[in-house]
């Protein structure tokens, strides 16, 4: 059964070496029942030729934007209002900063400019290139200007240019995939009959009645994938920390205050869960003798105080080992520098299947911020997520996670 039937589908092909999967793409897309008009760059056609994009979608390529004939037929502005969703595959560097610039030189950019519907970006370039921080910066101002843009990928792995990194463009079946599972009315919901448990948001550790350790966690990101877990079918638990959000709609929340509270609410909620998250900043330490009354200064003529702190328990180590591991394990590292070394060696060190890598204190990213990026580390391979609000970002993580991981 074909499952884009009527969908329209415009394809914006850059200058890219990965344009040259972009014919696969609309092969895949056209066998979905989906029509598909193709507009290239001048890039674009340098790496593959109009003519066999006319053959494989059935219709005219454009490519001139001050060409009479072409807008005499379908203009910028109609081309533009045409599809249900825009996708950029490959979405180069060049195309990218363009689009930032909002320059309208060309035909793709200026009908970019123009769209009303979603645009979809699937970034392909050298590694080097994607990690650059102009790169980063306007993927940033991307998103943070048109918040129904959505980026596909990149990949991680090796790449035409003999490196090996994070810029590869998203396989186009995972693409096909993706748009499906958009445009399509009826509910995708892999995860149905699941139980899938989280922690999110900080841990507080008490020192008096009224003073305690704790950090900046605002819980947005376990939130907001509790969120897509429950959108996709799932039976969601989670387990929060102290914060000041709405428990999303169908989702059991389970408040706890300390790290060990936090610790037996993920035991008891253990049995026959198919994924665990551990999106919580769990403080590192607690004070095991908690003061009854409030700590003075003066009574006690404290002008400096140690406090005997010992260790909490890991909480993803202590899942990760437990006789009742659920199938997937999935665990945060939040670092400041050398965030992949430190994220590979954590996923190890806790025997977690996967970690979510984010680097914090990098533009507005991070713990309290609204945005984020993530790095996917699996054994054997590594996926990017470009920066964005924490919605989108959890949307395209668990989209990826039930496409291409769950099902391994
Ligand atoms: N975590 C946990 N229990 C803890 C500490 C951390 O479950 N007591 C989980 C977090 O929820 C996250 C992952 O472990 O999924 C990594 O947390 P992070 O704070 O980055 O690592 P730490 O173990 O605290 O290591 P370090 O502070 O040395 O980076």
Request: glycine residues 6%; contains cysteine; aromatic residues 6%.
């Amino acid at each position: 059964m074909v499952k884009l039937a009527r969908k329209k589908i415009l394809l914006g092909i850059g200058g890219g070496i990965a344009a040259y999967k972009s014919a696969m793409l609309v092969r895949l897309l056209v066998a979905q029942g989906a029509e598909v008009r193709v507009v290239m760059t001048k890039g674009g056609q340098a790496f593959i030729q109009p003519l066999t994009l006319q053959a494989l979608s059935g219709h005219p390529v454009h490519c001139e934007l001050l060409d009479p004939e072409a807008e005499a037929g379908m203009g910028h502005i109609e081309l533009s209002r045409w599809p249900d969703l825009i996708l950029l595959a490959p979405a180069t560097a060049n195309l990218l900063a363009r689009l930032a610039a909002g320059m309208a030189d060309e035909l793709l950019t200026t009908l970019v400019l123009a769209a009303k519907v979603p645009v979809w970006l699937a970034p392909a370039m050298n590694q080097q290139m994607w990690q650059a921080a102009v790169t980063q910066r306007n993927l940033h101002s991307l998103t943070q200007l048109n918040p129904h843009w959505q980026f596909l990928g990149p990949d991680s792995g090796s790449q035409a240019c003999g490196e090996v990194g994070p810029g590869r463009m998203l396989e186009p079946q995972a693409m096909v995939e993706a748009m499906i599972a958009a445009l399509t009315a009826e509910a995708w919901q892999p995860l149905a009959g699941k139980k899938i448990l989280l922690t999110a948001g900080p841990t507080q550790e008490p020192l008096d009645p009224v003073r305690f350790l704790s950090n900046h966690s605002s819980g947005k990101m376990g939130y907001a994938l509790a969120e897509q877990c429950q959108a996709l079918g799932a039976d969601v638990v989670l387990i929060s920390g102290p914060v000041e959000l709405a428990c999303p709609a169908g989702v059991q929340r389970i408040r706890v205050q300390t790290a060990r509270e936090m610790l037996a609410a993920v035991e008891q909620h253990l049995p026959q869960c198919f994924a665990f998250f551990a999106a919580a900043a769990v403080a590192d330490f607690y004070l095991p003798e908690v003061a009854k009354h409030k700590l003075k200064k003066a009574e006690q003529q404290l002008d400096s105080l140690t406090l005997n702190l010992l260790p909490n328990p890991d909480i993803l180590a202590t899942v990760a080992g437990h006789q009742q591991r659920p199938s997937w394990v999935i665990g945060f590292a939040a670092e400041t520098d050398n965030l992949l070394p430190h994220a590979r060696a954590k996923r190890v060190r806790k025997g977690a299947d996967l970690i979510l890598a984010n680097q914090v204190g990098m533009f507005d990213s991070g713990m309290k911020a609204e945005n984020n990026a993530i790095t996917l580390i699996a054994d054997d391979h590594e996926h990017s997520f470009a920066m964005q609000d924490k919605t989108s970002l959890a949307k395209e993580v668990m989209t990826y996670l039930c496409q291409q991981i769950f099902r391994n």
